[in-house]
Every structure is written in C-alpha cells, then in structure tokens.
C-alpha cells in the first residue's frame, strides 16, 4: 500500500507534534521540514532522522514532490500560506481555524477545487479515543433519538475562545447535529452588551473578535439545537471543555479527561450518579505500536487519529472527516454567532455577505482601523483591562 510523502510547514510546537504523528504512522512519511529558524529545523530535524531541510517552502515542495503539506503555523498565516502551498497542487492539512474570516476560506477552497486536492482541518478533538468511544455508541442508537448538544470551552476570553477551542467544539457538534442552519448569539464584555468599540484584534493573531462572554444558540439540521458557551473565567479550567449529548433514551458526555454514558436521560444526582458509565477509549490498530517510535509519551491520539483519517481518505479519494468544507462551516457558525450578538437578530446559514461582521460594524459606527494589541495572552490581557478601566 502507498506510504504517502508528507512535508512540514512550521516547526514550533504544534508543527513538532504533527512532524513526530507523521514520522510515526506506518503510512505516512516526513520527507522534508521548513522553517525560518535553523536551530527548529536542526531540533527536530536531528530528532526524527529527516535531513532536507529547508527555509523557503516552494523550495521544499519542488525539490521533495510531497502527497501532503502539513501547515501548523500561526493562525493568521493559515489562509496564506495554504493558498501558497495549494498553487503546486498538492493536499493540505492546515491548523484551526483555517481562515480569518469567510473571505479567507472561500479562497482556499476555491483554490483548492480549481487544482482537484484536498484540504483538511485540525481539529482533533473531534477525533481523539474518547470522542471515538462516544461517536460508537452513539452510532449504535445508544441514546435514541439526539434532542440537544451542550458545549463549554476552557475559560478564554469569549471572543478569543470562539476563534480558539471553539472550533473544536464547533466540529464536534456538527459530527452530530449535522450542519448549523442559524446562529443566535449573544456577547457581553463585563456584564454589558457589546458595542463597536469593543471589537480587538484577538491574543495571539486570532482574527477579530468581540466579548469577553459569547453565549449562542445553534439550530442544527433535523430539529436539533445546541448551546455554546465561551464565558471567561478568572482562571482557565481545561475540565470546562466539555460536549454532552442528549437523546430520548440516554446521555453521553465527554472532555479532556474522559468519557461517560447515562443510560437514562433524566437521571437527577440522587439517583443518577452511580448509573454514569465511564467508557474506554478507542485507538487505531496501529496506535500502540507508532508510540513506540516517540519518546516521553509525546504522540497524543487525536493527532494520530487524524493523521490514521487522512492516509484513509485519500487511499479511498474522499474527504477527510475533518474536511476543508468542514473547516470552513465552523468558520461561518463563528462569523454567524458574532454577527447575531453585534446586531441582535438570528443569522441563517451561509452567509450571503463573507465579509467579517465585527469590522463591517465598526465600519458602520464610523470607527477608524483597529489599534494594534499584544499578541501574547497575558500582555493582550492587560491592555484590556485598561481599556476598560
């Protein structure tokens, strides 16, 4: 079977994890690396054995004809850099979210459709061994008939959560709820509704945003509805991001630390606690084995998972799981959700107008260009709250 050659576009952190999930798969191969500091390149270079490295990426993919190019860079670079990468006509996986704004992500995948390849979002979670022990049992019909979809994230900043781990859950919904049809959201920075002027340029190059609680509905095909919630905390709680689905029939829950199934779907703590089943994780066959290839534990299942999906995808010429289409619905749940809190009214799906609603707003308000934040999360934090006073 082919082994499929795959290059790396980034080499800090989560261009290393995707650099050591590609190394390792039995399908899959890292025949290059590109970055624009050699001591990344020498680091993980030297790591995994791979010794064309380079710092110009069209070099890289003239000189090494990869099936995949592997794009864990810095969010505002996402949309660029694949549509540079697109131009050779070669399969691409770009790290969450995929594009800034709809603009972004309609060019990549009109790009990616005129040169016939395919494009793949990062969302992991999606794919992790607890989302893969749920989606089973939820396939089996294990909680009836899906009523309701409930998602948390971790405590970031509203907006910035949106922009950030929202996108995880957001794909992940949607493996459920098929796709979003309207948004009605709502968005309050220190308890008052938002107005234009708090539209920022969001921590860590993250687009625009706007919130520091986002609280949507989202009406989902077949009558399912769900909530989202990005609320900010004093402190972030990764045991926050957290999905439950409702059925007629049962419950099933799940997070950072593990996944449980209620078998009776209006179970109340009195008599409910002990009836949660906490279920096991589900790997692929060869996950046991690749972890082998990686010292210290640092080869995570959703990485491999998505890694696993992708080799299966293109030996099968279909889409990825987590698909470009995908990617970029998750893109317009998040504009649709900014969009219904800065002008209070329910957004239908797609959007005709792709142009980012924030900006658009503030344009409207007659605001001149946004003033440049720090991007790191706790230098960004603190001009925000002497914006606020």
């Known amino acids: 079977m082919k082994t499929y050659r795959v290059v790396i576009l980034g080499c800090r952190s989560r261009g290393t994890a995707a650099a050591r999930v590609y190394h390792a798969h039995p399908r899959t191969e890292v025949v290059g690396l590109c970055d624009l500091l050699q001591d990344r ?45 697109l131009e050779h006509g070669v399969n691409i996986e770009v790290e969450k979210p995929m594009g800034m704004d709809l603009l972004e992500t309609d060019a990549v995948m009109a790009k990616a459709e005129e040169k016939g390849v395919r494009v793949a979002v990062h969302h992991q979670w999606r794919l992790h061994g607890w989302a ?117 029939e049962g419950r099933l829950l799940w997070h950072t630390r593990g996944a449980w199934f209620l078998p009776n779907p209006h179970a109340v703590p009195t008599d409910g606690l002990d009836r949660w089943q906490k279920l096991k994780p589900l790997y692929p066959d060869s996950f046991e084995e690749a972890a082998k290839l990686i010292p210290e534990g640092n080869l995570t299942d959703g990485d491999y998972w998505f890694v696993d999906e992708y080799v299966r995808a293109l030996d099968e010429g279909r889409e990825h799981e987590c698909s470009g289409y995908e990617g970029r619905h998750v893109v317009e749940i998040i504009m649709g959700i900014f969009e219904s809190a800065a002008y209070g ?45």
């Open 41 to 85: 390149l020498d680091t993980l270079g030297d790591e995994l054995n791979v010794s064309a490295r380079f710092t110009d990426l069209d070099e890289m993919i003239r000189e090494t004809s990869p099936d995949l190019v592997a794009i864990p860079t810095a969010p505002a670079l996402h949309a660029p850099l694949a549509l540079r990468v």
């Open 345 to 389: 009214t329910r957004v239908n799906l797609p959007q005709a107008n792709r142009e980012h609603p924030l900006a658009r707003w503030r344009n409207e308000a007659g605001l001149g260009p946004l003033e440049p934040m720090p991007m790191p999360d706790q230098e960004w934090h603190i001009e925000e709250k002497k914006r606020l006073g």
């Open 132 to 248: 893969q022990a749920v989606g089973k049992l939820f396939d089996e019909g294990r909680i009836g008939d899906l009523r309701y979809i409930f998602a948390s994230g971790k405590g970031y900043y509203g907006g910035f959560g949106l922009m950030e781990i929202g996108t995880h859950l957001l794909n992940s919904m949607l493996r459920f709820g098929g796709h979003c049809q309207s948004v009605t959201a709502h968005a309050t920075t220190r308890g008052r509704a938002i107005t234009p002027k708090d539209v920022l340029p969001a921590p860590r190059g993250n687009g625009t945003i706007a919130g520091d609680h986002v609280t949507a509905t989202l009406q989902f095909e077949n009558g399912v509805t769900g909530t989202l919630l990005q609320h900010q905390f004093e402190e972030m709680d990764v045991h926050a991001h957290v999905i439950e689905l409702y059925g007629t």
